[in-house]
């Protein structure tokens, strides 16, 4: 069975930082890509950034570009988001997502977790 | 970047009605649309991939069309577990972008 688990939210300071964590299990973890997406309070889904299943490549959003940095270590079947120079507008909840082929940035994404809380706020 | 046009963005229906959801891109993505249910407090779930292609485990009521900008989400018989807010997300190229949801309510 295929498990994907967020870790890692809580409440920071404009400005500050954190680290999420998403680890997964039941399928061959280096051969696919790994994304995480958000939502924040009573929006619509925002994709992030995608990793593709080496580690070798990543692609993220504009938005968070120069701030949020994606990785993953296959030893662990973990993938992570590292957040910098956090803002307001970045409290959401963050899912990490499975991608459904085993294409490079593949953006169907078939398994996710249950998302974890980040807020923002001072 | 590729915008996302859904509608209806609330759609109230009563179990046993048929639904149909619409979803417009802003440039040609071939068959590269998705479909997502999301339910509070749940992970989301992937329901149709490449346009058409129903997800394993998913029920047979649940189907996908179109091609090109335009696509569509359909219901063919509402069961209580459906009402959800379902999104439609393009793969086509990055950066992925979803369209702003629909939420189906218990009329």
């Known amino acids: 069975e295929v498990q994907v688990v967020e870790s890692g939210g809580g409440l920071v300071q404009p400005g500050g930082s954190l680290r999420l964590s998403c680890g997964a299990s039941g399928f061959t973890f280096k051969n696919y890509a790994m994304s995480w997406v958000r939502q924040a309070p009573g929006k619509g889904l925002e994709w992030v950034s995608t990793?593709?299943?080496?580690?070798?490549?990543?692609v993220s959003a504009d938005s968070v570009m120069g701030r949020f940095t994606i990785s993953r270590d296959n030893s662990k079947n973990t993938v992570y988001l590292h957040m910098n120079i956090m803002r307001a507008e970045d409290t959401a909840i963050y899912y990490c997502?499975?991608?459904?082929?085993?294409?490079?940035?593949?953006?169907?994404?078939?398994?996710w977790g249950q998302g974890t809380l980040v807020t923002v706020s001072s | 970047d590729i915008q996302m046009t859904q509608s209806p963005s609330s759609l109230s229906a009563s179990v046993g009605d048929r639904v149909t959801i619409i979803c417009r891109t802003s440039q040609t993505i071939s068959s590269y649309l998705n479909w997502y249910q999301l339910k509070p407090g749940k992970a989301p779930k992937l329901l149709i991939s490449t346009a058409f292609s129903l997800q394993s485990g998913v029920p047979s009521r649940f189907s996908g069309g179109g091609s090109g900008t335009d696509f569509t989400l359909t219901i063919s018989s509402l069961q209580p577990e459906d009402f959800a807010t379902y999104f439609c997300q393009q793969s086509y190229r990055t950066p992925y972008t979803f369209g702003q949801g629909t939420k189906l309510e218990i009329k």
């Open positions: 997502a499975k991608s459904y082929s085993m294409a490079m940035f593949g953006g169907e994404l078939d398994y």
């Open positions: 990793i593709s299943g080496t580690g070798g490549s990543t």
